[in-house]
């Protein structure tokens, strides 16, 4: 069974830095996209950045580009979400989802497992 644990969320101010961690029990061994999404009050949860399989390749939001590094470690079955130059407009509440393949998606549907959430908000 797949369980994904996200940490890291909290308050910081505009301009500050967070690192989110997601700890992914129970895919050892399967190669598959990771990716991080996020929602915002009062709108729909949006895809910020995704990692394939190996971490050769990624993805992201033209929002966070350039701001927002995505990682993984697959020896510790982990995946890192690196976000800098922080603004009010990215507080949301993130979550760790595990796709069903290597391909990374921008569509919710393409991701079956999903973590609880971490809270972030940047203050302005």
């Known amino acids: 069974q797949v369980q994904l644990s996200e940490s890291g969320g909290g308050l910081v101010q505009a301009g500050g830095s967070l690192r989110l961690s997601c700890a992914a029990a129970?895919?050892?061994?399967?190669?598959?996209?990771m990716a991080w999404f996020r929602q915002a009050p009062g709108k729909e949860r949006e895809f910020a950045a995704g990692?394939?399989?190996?971490?050769?390749?990624?993805l992201y939001q033209d929002s966070v580009k350039g701001r927002f590094t995505i990682s993984r470690d697959n020896a510790v079955n982990m995946v890192y979400l690196q976000m800098d130059s922080l603004r009010p407009e990215d507080t949301a509440v993130y979550y760790c989802?595990?796709?069903?393949?290597?391909?990374?998606?921008?569509?919710?549907?393409?991701?079956?497992?999903w973590g609880q959430g971490t809270q972030v908000t940047v203050s302005s």
């Open positions: 990692i394939s399989d190996t971490g050769v390749r990624t």
């Open positions: 129970g895919l050892t061994g399967s190669r598959r996209v």
């Open positions: 989802a595990g796709g069903a393949g290597p391909y990374i998606g921008k569509r919710m549907n393409e991701y079956p497992y």
